[in-house]
């Protein structure tokens, strides 16, 4: 069964770029049919799609993070990562990395982001 493992770097400072990377394991991020996606939970609020990468190694974004987001992967080291640049305290957030296909999805644990001066 696949296994997928966010990591980053803890407090971020507001303005600087937050970088993540999910590590997968039992399973290729190149496998036909799987994109990998980045979402978030703010405190208090409801989940947020951030951007995937998929098979193919295209990449789609939220419209409202678009301009901040990039999404890269590493074929070599079986990971994709996360970067969002300019962060503000709004960004904190819980960090979750997903595999999705038709039949469902399967999750990292998160990690936790916290934007402060």
């Known amino acids: 069964q696949v296994q997928l493992q966010e990591s980053g770097p803890g407090p971020v400072k507001p303005s600087q770029t937050l970088s993540l990377t999910c590590t997968v394991s039992?399973?290729?991020?190149?496998?036909?049919?799987?994109?990998w996606s980045w979402t978030r939970q703010p405190p208090g609020k409801g989940l947020e799609w951030i951007g995937c990468?998929?098979?193919?190694?295209?990449?789609y974004y939220s419209p409202s993070l678009k301009s901040r987001t990039s999404i890269s992967r590493d074929t070599s080291k079986n990971h994709f990562t996360l970067q969002l640049s300019s962060v503000t305290p709004e960004d904190t957030a819980v960090y979750y990395c997903a595999r999705n296909d038709y039949a469902g999805s399967s999750w990292g644990q998160g990690t936790q982001v916290t934007v402060s001066s």
């Open positions: 990468i998929r098979y193919s190694d295209s990449t």
């Open positions: 039992d399973g290729s991020i190149t496998t036909n049919s799987y994109d």
